[in-house]
C-alpha cells in the first residue's frame, strides 16, 4: 500500500482508497500462496505489521519486488506473517504473488497460536497476558474477558508480596502468583536475570522444547509493562541447539491496545533491539515497579514455567538456564 498522510486518509473514502491502491500495483493471488514458499510484493509500498490485521502498528514497508519467505498464514483473512530475511511481519497477501523461494530457510522459526486478549483492567496489563497464557494452555475460554481479568488482578492484589500497590501496582511475584492459581498443575515462578541475552536463551528454550511449548511474561520498559513472548527466531533450534543457537530475535503479544506504544498482536523484534529498548532491568524510578533493595531492582525479569509445582516464591529463580530444569528432569 502507499503511504498516506493522517489528513488526507480522513478525506478518501472507501471506494476511493480502493482505487488507488489498485493503482499502486497488481494484486497478487493470495491463494495460490504456501507456507514455506516464497512471494514477492506487488505493490508499491506494502505495510509490514506487528500482528494480522489493519488496526496492528505498522513496522515498516516493503518495496515493490521484494523477495519474500512465507512463514505463516493466512490469519484473520488475506493475512500472511511473511520475512525478507531480516524483517518479519504480517502483510495482506492480496499484494503479494507467489514467486520462487529466495530468503535463506536455514533459520528457525517458532510462533504459537495465541489467542489474543487486549487490556481491560484500569492499571495493569499482565492480566490479559495470563488470560491469553491460561487459554492456551487449557484449550478453553475463560469466558467474559473483563471477568476474568478482573479475577486475576484481584487475585494478584491479595498476593503481592507484601507491597502496596503505590510500591508494586502489580509485582512479578503476584504475577506469578496469579499464573499458578489458575493453572496449579504447571508450576510457575518470577525468574531475575543479570543478563538479557541468557534470560532470552532460556525463554526460547521453553518455546522450542515439544515438552513444554510455554511462552513466558517479560517485564519490559524499566518496569514499566508486561508482555508474552510468544515465539523466537534462531539460528537453530534453541532446544535441541542450546546453547549454540543464536537467538535472532522474539515475537510478543502486547495486551495494551490503547497505547500510543503498542507493539501489536504478534510482533517480531530484533535481539539487539529487545535487549536494549525493551527487555531492561527494573527501576523503582518507574513509578509502581518497586522499592530500591527489593530483589528485581537493576535485573531482567520474566513470569516463566518453573521446574517444580509447588508455586512461586518470594526470592524467585536467579539466573537460571535450560541445564536447570535438566538437572531437576525436566
Known amino acids: ?34 507456507v514455506g ?4 510484493v506487488t505493490a508499491d509500498w506494502l505495510n509490514l505489521r506487528g500482528g494480522p490485521g489493519l488496526g496492528n502498528p505498522i513496522v515498516d514497508e516493503l518495496a515493490y519486488g521484494t523477495s519474500l519467505e512465507v512463514l505463516g498464514g493466512p490469519v484473520n483473512g488475506p493475512w500472511w506473517r511473511v520475512t525478507d530475511g531480516t ?50 494452555d487449557r484449550g478453553e475460554s475463560l469466558g467474559d474477558s473483563f471477568a476474568a481479568q478482573q479475577s486475576f488482578w484481584n487475585w494478584e492484589l491479595s498476593h503481592n508480596d507484601g507491597f502496596t500497590v503505590q510500591q508494586w501496582d502489580a ?4 504475577v506469578a502468583s496469579a499464573a499458578h492459581q489458575w493453572l ?5 515462578n518470577h525468574f531475575i536475570y543479570d543478563d538479557p541475552l541468557a534470560a532470552t536463551a ?13 511462552p513466558s511474561v517479560a517485564n519490559i520498559w524499566w518496569g514499566d509493562h508486561y508482555v508474552l513472548v510468544r515465539g523466537v527466531r534462531a539460528t537453530a533450534d534453541p532446544y535441541l541447539a542450546y546453547p549454540q543457537a543464536k537467538i535472532l530475535g522474539v515475537y510478543v503479544m502486547d495486551p ?74 525436566d
Not at 500500500?1 to 478525506?11: E, K, N, Q
Open 202 to 214: 532460556t525463554v526460547a528454550w521453553l518455546l522450542a522444547n515439544p515438552k513444554f511449548h510455554e
Open 256 to 329: 495494551n491496545r490503547g497505547r500510543p506504544s503498542w507493539l501489536g498482536e504478534d510482533r517480531y523484534i530484533p535481539i539487539n533491539t529487545w535487549t536494549t529498548r525493551y527487555l531492561t532491568p527494573v527501576s523503582y524510578l518507574t513509578p509502581g515497579s518497586g522499592v530500591p533493595g527489593d530483589v528485581w531492582q537493576g535485573k531482567y525479569v520474566m513470569i516463566q514455567r518453573d521446574w517444580t509445582d509447588s508455586g512461586p516464591t518470594p526470592q524467585g529463580r536467579v539466573n537460571a538456564s535450560p541445564l536447570s530444569y535438566l538437572n531437576a528432569g
Open 87 to 136: 524483517r518479519v511481519g504480517y502483510v495482506d497477501g492480496d499484494w503479494l504473488a507467489p514467486a520462487a523461494l529466495s530468503v535463506d530457510q536455514s533459520t528457525f522459526d517458532f510462533d504459537l497460536a495465541l489467542p489474543y486478549h487486549r487490556q481491560l483492567t484500569s492499571i495493569w496489563c499482565d492480566p490479559a497476558d495470563l488470560e491469553t497464557w491460561v487459554e492456551y
Open 1 to 34: 500500500m502507499r503511504r498516506w498522510s493522517g489528513a488526507r486518509m480522513g478525506l478518501v473514502t472507501a471506494v476511493a482508497m480502493v482505487t488507488l491502491a489498485v493503482l499502486a500495483g497488481t494484486a497478487g493471488a493470495s491463494d495460490d500462496l504456501s
Open 184 to 188: 496449579p498443575n504447571r508450576g510457575f
Open 171 to 174: 509485582s512479578p511475584y503476584a
Open 37 to 40: 514458499g516464497g512471494a514477492t
